[in-house]
C-alpha cells in the first residue's frame, strides 16, 4: 500500500482548451464533475463533426476556460463556463458571436457542443503521479511542466517512480471520500498522443519527450480511472494505494 496526499487538481472545462487548477473537486459517475464537459465541433466537410482536439490544432491551447467562482465553495459548477482568448477578451459560452471568434482564431470552422463526459476515453479521471514527473525531470535534464499531461488528480505518494506503468484491472486509489479504480476498456496505465509535446500555450513543441517516453517508458504516463466510489476530494486530502 501507498500512501501520501492530493498535491493538485484540475479541470478542463473545454476539450483541448486551458484550464483551471482548483481546490476541491467533485469526482462521480462523470468523471470530475465540470471536466470536458464543452467541446469544438470541427465543421470541415472533411472531418464529419468531429470534436476539434490540440492535435489537428495546437493554437487551441492560446485558449483558456473556466466556471465562474462559487460563494460558497461547492465543488459543482456553478454554470456555463466563460472562454478567455489569446488576448485576455471574456468570452461567455452562451456569446451568439463566440463560435465565428473562435473559428476565425482557428482558421477552421467550428461549432460547439455541451455534454458531460467528452474524456477520450469515456467519463474517466487522469490521475498522475509526482515521483513520476520529477524522475522524468531528472531523465531528460530538463524541466517538466505537469500541465503537458492535462491530469485532474495529482497526487504525491510514497510509491516509486512510474509505478502507474504497472497498474491493472482492480488497482484501487482512495482520495479524499471518493474511489477510483482501472476496471472497465480503455482504463489503466495512459497512452499519451502527441499532445504533451506542446508546451501548456501551445507555442512550441518539445518532440523528445514524446520520442524518451516511447523508448523509456512504453509511451506511458499516468493512469487512467472511473470512479467507482463518488465523493468530493480536497487538495491536501490523503490519498492511498491499496
Known sequence: MYRGIVDSLYRWPVKSLRGERVPVALLDHRGLAGDRAYALIDERPSHAGRRLTVRQSPGMLAWEASYPATCDGSPEPPGLPVLYSAG??????????????????????????????????????LVTFEASRRALEAELGAEVDLLRFRPNVHLDLDAPAFAEESFGEGTTITVGEAVLEVTGDHSGPCIRCAVPSWDPHGRERWPQLQKHLIVEHDNKFGVIMRVTGPGVVRVGDAATIG
Open 88 to 125: 485576455g477578451a471574456a468570452w461567455a459560452w452562451d456569446d451568439p458571436d463566440l463560435p465565428a471568434a473562435l473559428s476565425e482564431s482557428y482558421g477552421i470552422p467550428l461549432s460547439m457542443r455541451a455534454a458531460d463526459g467528452q474524456q477520450d476515453r469515456g467519463p474517466t479521471v
